[in-house]
């Protein structure tokens, strides 16, 4: 592991609650047909959540949860919307037909995304311009330039957003711009601007096909490289999408504006503080 992930400061995340961000609340999950999407809806409608559109390419699955959701909670309360993310008109469409539903939009999580370095170019397309498409289309309808009210925007990275790992250089790539990315839009001009919150959360590994099936999809061509992934992966303490899903919870409740979160090895999860430059510079580690 790096200085630079080595050197990221834990911060207690037991504080008391600034907000109720979710009881009442309208959102829209992205990849939200199965594992950890499927769990941030059902941990999220138990904390109060007032409807929410499920988004994803797997119809069967997504039907089923809404399905589930609104015998639990009333009918209406979930809609599932056939979208690809990777497609700007059907993203685009997914929040139109929200609009039409629920009238209302306060949490956006971007959560979809894939694990597979032998289809980059796809895997860029839905981990990276995807995010950045929802993101848009998320300010679109909650910005409070645009005449909404304001709300909330997670994008999720990963705990290789924040370290390396030679097995997925390019899904590791796509995670650190997602935690770049997020943390600019979380500053003080797009909050003035907008009145949202941008909020990174980076899951470690999470027992989901994306981790169980990835080594087969490495770069082919390099001998033994998909190995390197399953030891990598596998040298990462495992949590499930429940323990994920508790962590979303926590952070959209007392997650700051730009902050970033790790939830890992079914612990609680914690917020990280990016070192300052000059603090991480070679010589100053060195001791020089």
């Known amino acids: 592991m790096s200085f630079f992930t080595s050197e990221l400061k834990k911060i207690d995340s037991g504080r008391t ?3 109720d961000a979710i009881c009442g609340k309208i959102g829209i999950i992205t990849g939200g047909a199965n594992g950890i999407g499927a769990a941030y809806v059902r941990r999220l409608f138990k904390a109060g959540m007032q409807g929410c559109t499920i988004t994803d390419t797997d119809e069967t699955n997504g039907e089923k949860l809404a399905e589930d959701v609104n015998k639990s909670y009333g009918n209406g309360k979930a809609l599932f919307i056939k979208g690809d993310m990777t497609n700007k008109k059907s993203f685009e469409c997914v929040f139109e037909e929200h609009k039409n539903h629920f009238q209302q939009l306060d949490v956006l999580i971007n959560n979809a995304g894939i694990l597979r370095d032998k ?4 895997m860029i397309n839905l981990n990276v311009t995807a995010t950045v498409r929802g993101t848009l289309l998320g300010m679109k309808y909650m910005g409070k330039n645009n005449g909404g009210c304001g709300g909330t925007i997670v994008n999720t990275a990963s705990i290789l957003g924040l370290r390396d790992m030679a097995g997925c250089p390019c ?3 796509t995670k650190h711009f997602v935690v770049g990315f997020t943390r600019s839009m979380g500053n003080k001009f797009w909050f003035d601007l907008t009145g949202i919150r941008f909020l990174t959360i980076c899951p470690g590994v999470t027992i989901t096909p994306l981790i169980t099936d990835a080594e087969k999809w490495v770069f082919d061509g390099f001998p033994g490289l998909g190995k390197v992934l399953s030891d990598g992966l596998g040298s990462q303490p495992p949590q499930t999408v429940d323990d994920l ?3 979303l919870n926590t ?3 007392e997650g ?3 902050s970033i979160w790790v939830g890992e090895g079914a ?3 914690f917020e990280v503080i990016i070192p300052k430059i000059h603090d991480i510079k070679a010589d100053s580690c060195r001791g020089r």
């Open 17 to 19: 609650n600034k907000m």
């Open 119 to 122: 289809t980059w170019e796809h």
């Open 251 to 253: 952070i959209l409740n």
């Open 171 to 173: 899904y590791t790539g």
């Open 267 to 269: 612990t609680p999860i």
């Open 256 to 258: 700051e504006n730009g």
């Open 245 to 247: 899903a508790e962590g």
